[in-house]
């Protein structure tokens, strides 16, 4: 309950201007903020500390500044002062440019499974459905940049891709895209 004031299409007026025509709405205030109306459902009413209305202003100053006819204003309570350490500072706030990890064990370097071919009729009945036909990292060239390699390609027949990539002596980085078909 507002006493003296009237609440009427989401804004609060002066009861006695009011009731004689005047619609000049009454400004709210919540901790010296200017709000409006629909702010007020966002008060807890726990929160509450004092409830103040004034009626005249005195200087005008308010008034005017508002286009108003009337104040009310609620202030809610402090939330307690504590004390917080740095350090407590210091744990709340994340470290910045640090990565923590564990490790979790070591890794035995894998070789990639290359099958075994040892004759050209193979017992083997099965199809070779693989999609990555062969992979080294450790192919070393001659002085000129040259290097032999061989692999079996898979059952499938089509276009194949060969992706060649790796390193030269200073540690500068070459690709070439070869592309053969297999009938």
Do not use: C, H
Not at 116 to 144: C, F, H, M, V
């Amino acid at each position: 309950m507002a006493l003296g004031l009237t609440f009427d299409i989401d804004k609060f007026y002066v009861n006695r201007d009011y009731q004689q025509g005047n619609r000049t709405p009454v400004q709210i205030f919540i901790n010296g903020a200017p709000v409006d109306a629909i702010n007020l459902s966002s008060v807890m009413p726990g929160e509450v500390e004092s409830v103040e209305i004034f009626l005249r202003d005195q200087l005008g100053i308010t008034f005017k500044n508002y286009n108003a006819n009337g104040i009310l204003v609620i202030n809610t309570k402090k939330a307690p002062k504590s004390n917080m350490s740095l350090s407590d500072l210091k744990k709340m706030l994340p470290e910045n440019n640090t990565l923590k990890f564990i490790p979790r064990g070591y890794t035995k370097v894998r070789e990639f499974y290359a099958p075994k071919y040892t004759t050209q009729t193979s017992s083997y009945t099965g199809n070779d459905l693989r999609t990555t036909i062969y992979w080294n990292p450790k192919i070393q060239t001659t002085e000129a940049g040259d290097t032999v390699v061989e692999f079996y390609n898979a059952d499938g027949k089509g276009t194949y891709r060969a992706v060649i990539e790796g390193l030269d002596k200073n540690g500068n980085p070459g690709r070439f895209i070869y592309r053969y078909t297999v009938k």
